[in-house]
């Protein structure tokens, strides 16, 4: 399906997945996905990026082909997940890395708490995430409570087309070849011979934490290494949040730029692959060598 080529090692108890693209002696870029998404659809970014560097993108705890942990998703795991990683591919030297959606918070937390270990950091449509309130927490953990009882569960499809059908309406201006892509990337076929999702159903229960922001903030200042910020044009995500609120956000990254790429939503890889890897390699690149 893919052209790369994949590792498993052991990260904090899980079986990790991580895909590479590449030749081994050159510079490392990680690439990290966001929710209900998995690193494979990372593939036309990553044939572009090189052969100037070598691009490792791991499937998140839960999704892909990396094990799933028998109880909920902790944020805070996938920035110690990150940390292992890390530390397992270039354990002498700072990397560089990009991360889209939930995947760029995981990042920029890991950039803020690990400054030395960073490079350079890459936020792909990320860190629009509302603010929490403190008064909901009740209520929250009493949903959260229920939602344990219930269990969760994915939809499943009749095969590959049904499923790409499926990305195609959430998603009408992509090709019917790229969605077909998506599909193969996102699914696989069970025992049952329909298609299932490649993502823990567990990761659909709302977890009881609050998001507060006052945390991110401290967090993100500390940040040191040059940060780009790629946004879609027609992103749906900057309207969550309040007039000045992104830019208050970004202001705390003391050395960071914007770049914009018209016409695209929140998914720049499903979109845009060409225009992205270009966007990244123009940033990354120059350092590299």
């Known amino acids: 399906m893919t052209s790369s080529r994949s590792d498993n090692i052991l990260v904090r108890g899980l079986r990790y997945h991580v895909r590479r693209w590449g030749p081994p002696d050159a510079p490392i870029v990680f690439l990290m996905h966001g929710w209900m998404d998995v690193s494979a659809t990372f593939e036309p970014v990553a044939e ?3 052969p100037r560097l070598q691009v490792l993108a791991p499937d998140w705890r839960g999704f892909g082909e990396t094990d799933w942990p028998q109880d909920g998703y902790w944020f805070a795991d996938y920035v110690a997940d990150l940390d292992a990683l890390v530390d397992h591919y270039s354990p002498q030297h700072p990397v560089r ?13 890991f950039a803020g708490l690990r400054p030395e270990r960073v490079s350079q950091l890459a936020v792909l449509d990320g860190l629009a995430l509302p603010d ?3 008064a909901n927490i009740v209520p ?3 949903r959260w ?4 009882r219930r269990g969760s569960d994915t939809p499943t499809y009749r095969g590959f087309d049904e499923l790409a059908a499926r990305v195609q309406k959430r998603h009408p201006h992509l090709s019917a070849e790229r969605c077909r892509f998506i599909a193969r990337c996102w699914g696989r076929q069970g025992t049952d011979g329909r298609v299932h999702l490649q993502s823990d159903p567990k990761h659909l229960i709302n977890m009881p934490r609050t998001y507060l922001q006052a945390e991110s903030d401290a ?3 500390q940040v040191t290494a040059p940060t780009l910020f790629i946004d879609g044009g027609t992103s749906v995500f900057r309207k969550t949040l309040p007039d000045g609120e ?8 003391r050395d960071h730029r914007e770049v914009q790429i018209e016409g695209v939503g929140h998914m720049l890889h499903f979109e845009a692959p060409e225009a992205l890897a270009d966007t990244l390699l123009e940033f990354f690149a120059p350092a590299a060598g």
């Open 97 to 109: 890395i990009a991360g889209h959606s939930m995947g760029a918070t995981a990042v920029c937390h």
């Open 140 to 142: 929250t953990y009493r």
């Open 219 to 221: 967090i993100w200042a």
């Open 145 to 148: 409570l229920d939602s344990l």
């Open 246 to 253: 992104i830019a208050r956000r970004r202001a705390l990254f």
């Open 48 to 50: 572009r990026l090189t």
């Open 132 to 134: 929490g309130d403190p």
